[in-house]
């Protein structure tokens, strides 16, 4: 252990180029550090760094020895990491990204429950209705629902299908439609992240139509689109969490039962892990089974 401590002061040292700044940041006295870097140079036989009163710097030995240990080090540190995590799917910080009204909805409740059978982890929530870039913001996980990911680097697992319907106010012309072709384009409201409309290819039995929406209304939040349909505003095509509730109390209607857009499906999305965290896999198999059993269609969000 005391080899590898000064292996890893030494990296530190030839990072921050100021044995002052690694004493500050190991909280030990800059004279420790001195001593460690002389005893390392001492038992190499080589001097590491060349020392001035304000900042010490690498000689050609000590960037070659640098260059040469870091990779060393580090799969040291990822095997010292995997270790401690594969004992510890009981703690620490799961941080977490989901849509805004699923994530105000339906994740609460399965956190919960997570959280009872597993106290010690602590939740991070960050909600947004934008495909985040989770390696960028360091998420463990986001939960999405969408089609696969564009990028070839990050992992997806379906979960299950999200049913969608098309709703209106129950006293609106548009509401009793009996084909998407007399549906007024003035009032199909679109799911938009970036204001440009969407298409709505709808399927019955063989016949499939494509409706252009957006003319009136467009917005990047489903929970919008169903007040503002539920205003008597026009047609929103919505999963079926967001839209429960109001359709349970007759604040919605179903507009064209009978014909059906293309699945979407709830997914979780994962950095490139060469193995998931266990607190990850964990959260991932309860979140997966309380999905399946059907905990999405309890009123409550995408």
């Known amino acids: 252990?005391?080899?590898?401590?000064?292996?890893?002061?030494?990296?530190?040292?030839?990072?921050?180029?100021?044995?002052?700044?690694?004493?500050?940041?190991?909280?030990?006295?800059?004279?420790?550090i001195t001593r460690t870097i002389a005893a390392l140079e001492q038992d190499l036989g080589v001097q590491l760094f060349v020392r001035t009163t304000r900042r010490v710097s690498l000689t050609s030995a000590g960037a070659a020895y640098a260059a040469r240990l870091r990779p060393a080090m580090q799969a040291v540190e990822d095997a010292r990491s995997e270790l401690i995590d594969a004992h510890r799917a009981d703690a620490g910080t799961l941080r977490i990204n989901a849509p805004m009204s699923f994530g105000m909805r339906v994740l609460p409740a399965v956190l919960a429950d997570f959280r009872a059978a597993h106290p010690n982890i602590r939740a991070e929530v960050s909600?947004?209705?934008?495909?985040?870039?989770?390696?960028?913001?360091?998420?463990?996980?986001?939960?999405?629902?969408?089609?696969?990911?564009?990028?070839?680097?990050?992992?997806?697992?379906?979960?299950?299908?999200?049913?969608?319907?098309?709703?209106?106010?129950?006293?609106?012309?548009?509401?009793?439609?009996?084909?998407?072709?007399?549906?007024?384009?003035?009032?199909?409201?679109?799911?938009?992240?970036?204001?440009?409309?969407?298409?709505?290819?709808?399927?019955?039995?063989?016949?499939?139509?494509?409706?252009?929406?957006?003319?009136?209304?467009?917005?990047?939040?489903?929970?919008?689109?169903?007040?503002?349909?539920?205003?008597?505003?026009?047609?929103?095509?919505?999963?079926?969490?967001?839209?429960?509730?109001?359709?349970?109390?007759?604040?919605l209607v179903r507009v064209l039962p009978d014909w059906a857009p293309p699945p979407i499906w709830l997914t979780l999305y994962y950095p490139p892990y060469h193995r998931l965290p266990p607190r990850v896999a964990a959260f991932s198999d309860f979140f997966e089974s309380r999905m399946q059993a059907g905990e999405r269609s309890t009123p409550g969000a995408a």
Not at 5 to 27: I, P, Q, S
Not at 147 to 176: E, N, Q
Not at 214 to 220: F, K, V
């Open 127 to 251: 909600l947004s209705d934008e495909m985040v870039d989770i390696v960028d913001a360091d998420f463990d996980l986001a939960v999405r629902i969408s089609g696969p990911p564009s990028d070839k680097f990050t992992i997806w697992r379906k979960i299950c299908p999200i049913a969608r319907y098309l709703v209106a106010a129950p006293d609106t012309p548009f509401a009793a439609v009996s084909h998407p072709n007399e549906l007024p384009r003035d009032a199909c409201l679109a799911f938009s992240p970036d204001s440009r409309g969407e298409t709505w290819p709808l399927s019955h039995g063989t016949t499939h139509v494509e409706i252009t929406a957006g003319r009136p209304i467009c917005a990047n939040n489903g929970e919008f689109l169903a007040s503002m349909a539920a205003a008597g505003q026009g047609v929103a095509l919505l999963p079926d969490f967001i839209v429960a509730e109001a359709l349970a109390a007759g604040r």
């Open 1 to 32: 252990m005391d080899d590898f401590k000064a292996l890893r002061t030494f990296l530190l040292a030839a990072e921050r180029h100021n044995f002052a700044a690694v004493a500050r940041e190991l909280g030990v006295t800059p004279a420790s």
